[in-house]
């Protein structure tokens, strides 16, 4: 099973935009990661529950457009001269940040969003934000796309009752989260001393269906993952 576990710094400030005009147009993918590459990799249904759906197995890479493996896996180049992280992982990071500053998850990761996450490093116009359009429509994602949409996302935190009850699925996650888990009485919460922030649920459609699910989060831990 696949984990995704994302750092959760530079997270716009070094990056720089596979439909027409992408960064990532034209260049090669980075090798795809083992869920692409094997069969039998998936989920089993019970991790599937209402709007958090994960899939039985994930495509292969023989069944995936550029723009697919792009965003798995990232780019080796780029139009601006180096190479583009997984568009996941830019995405995730993107929303997690401003999650973070907000406490909110916008409907759309549109060029306002990005402006105003980055703090002014971005200004409206700058080519850089072209990074954050879906590489499948061209267009700036949707972050709330509950049916499936090509290149468009659904993605929102999860509660600590789902956290339970993926801890309780995969020793992977109870190591990290349940077993870590501490009183904050100033706040009256839990908290979980590795997480450097929310665990999210993120759901990206391909062009026929979804390309990833799963559950994105920051550790402070070296996992070996």
């Known amino acids: 099973m696949y984990k995704y576990i994302v750092s959760f710094t530079a997270i716009a400030i070094f990056s720089t935009g596979v439909a027409a005009g992408h960064p990532s147009d034209g260049y090669e993918a980075n090798p795809l990661p083992r869920p692409y ?3 039998g990799h998936g989920f089993t249904s019970n991790w599937s529950t209402g709007d958090l759906q994960f899939p039985a197995e994930f495509p292969k890479a023989g069944e995936m457009s550029p723009a697919e493996k792009y965003i798995v896996s990232g780019s080796q180049n780029s139009s601006y001269g180096f190479g583009l992280r997984p568009w996941k992982s830019l995405v995730y990071n993107a929303v997690a940040m401003i999650y973070a500053q ?3 998850i916008p409907e759309v990761l549109d060029e306002d969003a990005i402006v105003s996450m980055t703090g002014g490093v971005f200004s409206a116009g700058d080519p850089r934000i072209d990074e954050y359009r879906s590489p499948i429509s061209g267009d700036f994602p949707s972050l709330n796309a509950g049916e499936f949409s090509a290149g468009d996302v659904y993605i929102r935190p999860l509660t ?3 956290m339970d ?4 699925l995969d020793p992977f996650y109870r190591e990290l989260w349940k077993n870590d888990r501490v009183w904050n009485h100033a706040e009256q919460e839990w908290q979980y001393e590795s997480l450097l922030g929310q665990v999210f649920y993120m759901r990206i459609y391909g062009e026929e269906d ?4 799963g559950l994105f989060f920051s550790s ?3 996992v070996g993952r």
């Open 37 to 39: 590459t094997a069969e």
């Open 102 to 104: 907000t406490g909110s």
């Open 160 to 162: 600590l009752f789902e």
């Open 165 to 168: 009850k993926y801890a309780s």
């Open 210 to 213: 979804v390309l990833v699910a």
């Open 220 to 222: 402070s831990q070296s």
